[in-house]
């Protein structure tokens, strides 16, 4: 673990309870009983792999690009999982396609993007050029903490350089066969910024897990949360329960129906994950109802009540 400050400059043992970001106060006698101060923001996911755990993205982010390219790489679902971590985090997400100058149809990719909601902004920059610190410049301010999150081979790291100035960490071109990326960032770094601000690069993940995010996925679907307070049943599961307000906005072509399948995909991974991290952790609570419902609509049984 690397830890730097004001005449400190070291590395210490990892500690599972501190990610990139965070902030210590250095006990210099005994690193292991260093601090950890209060994060105004943290982004964690469930843990790849069949072990339930909690793994720590980073901290004390203020402002989160969600990275993707104007090619194959580009999965609006994909995005959404981006955005429903970030808010739940209480962080500013902002939209940002890259690769824009080999494709006829980048305008596309940002309006398919645009569409997602109206309060995320979306930006589209070629990476490489020297576009990227002027257009960032307003959330890499002193004081500020911006990050890049997305797949390997989006320009995560080339963008990284780009505002830093100078070519610090090695990039790799796609695959041109399936648009993927290589691996280049393989841990999370933060780096100074000319400005004074600081901007974490993250490696690519390739599986995105959400967990303690209710919050999140409400907050980004919030016209069909409110659809479902109007529905009949107080725990429908907007499949074929009579009554259903989601299910009539879609039959009136108000509600896209895809859409729809990703947010109820989302909130039942959400509520079963997090049922399942509460319970190896020995805690119990309201998620477990959650879990079972989601369970059950899984099913495609019904236990609805009025």
Sequence with gaps: MHVAGDGIDQILAP???VTVGDWLLLDQSDPSQSELLARKSLLK??????????????ANID???IVSSCNQDFNIARLERYIALVLEAEITPVILLTKPDLTAEAEGYVSEAARISP????????????????????WCKPGQ???????????????????????????????????RGRHTTTSRR????????????????RELQLTDAASGISGLFADLEELAAQCKFRDCSHRAEPGCAVRAAVEAGVVDPERLARWRRLTEEE??????????????????KAARKALRAKS??????P
């Design 15 to 17: 500690r599972s309870d």
């Design 45 to 58: 996911r469930r843990a790849p792999g069949k072990e339930l755990q909690v793994q720590l993205i980073a």
């Design 63 to 65: 402002t989160a690009f």
């Design 119 to 138: 309060d995320v902004e979306v930006l589209s920059v070629n990476a490489r050029s020297q576009a990227p610190r002027e257009m960032l410049a307003p």
């Design 145 to 179: 903490t911006i990050g890049f999150l997305g797949s390997s081979g989006v320009g995560k790291s080339t963008l990284t350089n780009a505002l830093i100035g100078h070519s610090k960490i090695a990039t790799q071109a796609i695959r041109e066969d399936d648009a």
């Design 190 to 205: 933060i780096h100074l910024l000319p400005e004074g601000g600081l901007v974490m690069d993250t490696p690519g993940m």
């Design 271 to 288: 509520a079963i994950n997090s049922a399942s991290l509460s319970t190896r952790s020995g805690k119990r609570g309201p998620k477990g």
């Design 300 to 305: 495609g049984r019904r236990y609805n009540t």
